[in-house]
DNA sequence: TATGAATGAGTATTCATTCAT
DNA sequence: GATGAATGAATACTCATTCAT
């Protein structure tokens, strides 16, 4: 819609696909300069990685964050969509809540650095804010009241402030051993269950 | 001894008195700066708020770890020492780790990019986290023992782990009311109390 | 081959030609800055004397030997060609070797500093020791041994030996009346032909 | 007289054996000093290798060319000395030029970066420009005189220009195994011998 | 539209030299 | 006289961002 004509069925614009390619591209090597020197890499790196110049990126992307989102937008949706399914799969809300978190764990200790750049309050950053947590806040949100719902907890706890919890344990996760974001993670939502001290 | 013998009542060495002060001034600065900026500030914005030139910066602390420890230096070892005292004092164990964890957590939240800062595993803060942890650690794994050794957590989770975890919850906490990182730790701390799923 | 086939005429990059005379006026600059405050001068006054920002400086030129080794590279190719066509041109091999060995001192005694800096071993002006070394070491090396075969010399000395030596005698040999590295160097050129003591 | 009453016998000022051992202290360190990190190391390595502050250095040698001619005064006289008696000793003048001209190299060479900073012509080391060619240029022009009066050399080469040569020589030798200061000096002095080219 | 050259602010760090104690 | 704390100029280098081609 937003992107207009779709709806004709026709060539729509040549360029149009020639840039979709272009931009794809340039999310491909922005992912993989992600995983080998964290979100905060150089735009400079990412450019030659996708064999772009440096003013390309800024043309798409114009903010660090807007690329940063761009990059995950596919599995911030997959993981949005998986909430609902997870309520009517599992056996409790509780449970469900747990396995969502899991998944968003996932997603977040493989990306280096993105966890720590989730939580920046810089401006510039409300881009990313917006893209990770309007989108996944909702979803938490709704099974976080399932499960309130059915008596598992009874905290008052906020979906972003869980999120936001759970997205500062998954820090610094990577390359440390001894340190194991799963475990904490998992005592959070344990913790959940039963009466705040 | 070379001039800790004051005691003794004599001058000594009146240069050290000097140098002391400026070195605690430096050391308000540094936490002032801390607050505002975060511990990353710039070396050259700390020292003009000591006013000071930056020479005297490194002179006293070489590397910024060493500023950092410094600055708070008082306050790890208040933490540390609380422990014993608090295990003493509390009910149980494991309400003596709450309030304990308690500590810890006033200690980071205000302290404006400490905890993130904290989970750096860039070389040269190996001093912070030597200040850090390996004083905390002891006292946090004794108090985890206390519990698991009453029977109130079964949770072979380490010290150094929660401590990572604690800390890590509490970045971003100062500036976000939408986030309490007190709440998060206690629900973590309540999670250890019962089986992990 | 990217941008080498300017014989086809068509256009290629636009960009590269302003690059290239910006490239230019960089050298120009340097050379300037060089003669004036030796080559070791501050890479902010080279800037400021081509007009450009330093980044500009370290894009075109990453270390400081690349860019000495650019200022001087058409002197030194045209002192490496010289090489083989005054051993033509002259009456004795050895005669060839006193006129090549002008040819170095004009160079190096003109460039305020070169001398001293190419005689240092600090890592990063390897670039430069290939450029000025790698080069022309060979050449001498090529007329010493015509001398040699010539039975004109008897030394035994290397042509690296004997270019440090020269180099040596042109540090500090501008600016001061009182010393001739020419007549040095000519000495020591003469001392070849006889026995050693 | 300044220094008061020496003349009455009695224990004259005891300050002024502590000043001058306190200054021989110091110039066995900076000598220690120097032979490890050069006569260019910082002045606050030299205090401390003397156990001294650095206002001590500076009180005793305002400037640093005052503490490299200090540091080697005893040398530079030795070899000052060494002149006249070698022309007494050796065979011919051109002899005991070549070996004077051994002992100045061998004192240049072992002194790390000395030879270096001895052609520099910034201003403040005019002091060890004195010290040195003062004390020595006329000792080594005494020395091609006699040479020259015994027909050995015709050179009209003054005895400054050939110091300085022979200082450059030895510029960086030590070090470089490729480099042998003085087989290209022995070329030097041999060249003196014949009939400028 | 794409490119990538140019810019220059920002930051760390060293070290000679001065001067209050 | 001795000390060494304080000063701050000097310099290198990186990288986000702009804009002419």
Redesign the pocket.
């Given at each position: 819609m937003k992107d207009g004509d779709e709806g004709t069925g026709q060539a729509a614009?040549p360029?149009?696909a020639?840039?979709r390619r272009?931009?794809e591209s340039l999310l491909d090597a922005a992912a993989a300069v992600f995983v080998a020197s964290g979100v905060?890499?150089?735009?400079?790196?990412i450019?030659a990685k996708?064999?772009?110049?440096?003013?390309?990126?800024?043309?798409?992307f114009?903010?660090?964050a807007d690329l940063i989102t761009a990059v995950y937008q596919h599995q911030i949706d997959a993981c949005a969509e998986a909430g609902p399914r997870l309520l009517e799969t599992s056996a409790t809300p509780h449970a469900a809540l747990a396995r969502w978190i899991d998944l968003f764990v996932d997603f977040l200790v493989t990306k280096h650095g993105l966890a720590a750049v989730l939580q920046s309050d810089s401006p510039?950053f409300e881009t990313l804010h917006s893209s990770f947590l309007d989108r996944l806040v909702p979803v938490c949100s709704e099974l976080l009241e399932a499960a309130a719902g059915a008596g598992e907890i009874h905290s008052d706890l906020g979906a972003y402030e869980l999120m936001r919890g759970v997205g500062n344990l998954c820090i610094g996760a990577e390359g440390d051993s001894r340190y194991d974001a799963r475990r904490l993670v998992a005592l959070l939502i344990a913790g959940l269950r039963q009466p705040q001290s």
């Open positions: 614009r360029k149009r020639d840039a272009n931009e905060e890499a150089p735009v400079r790196d450019a996708a064999g772009v110049g440096v003013g390309t990126i800024y043309r798409h114009p903010t660090r510039g």
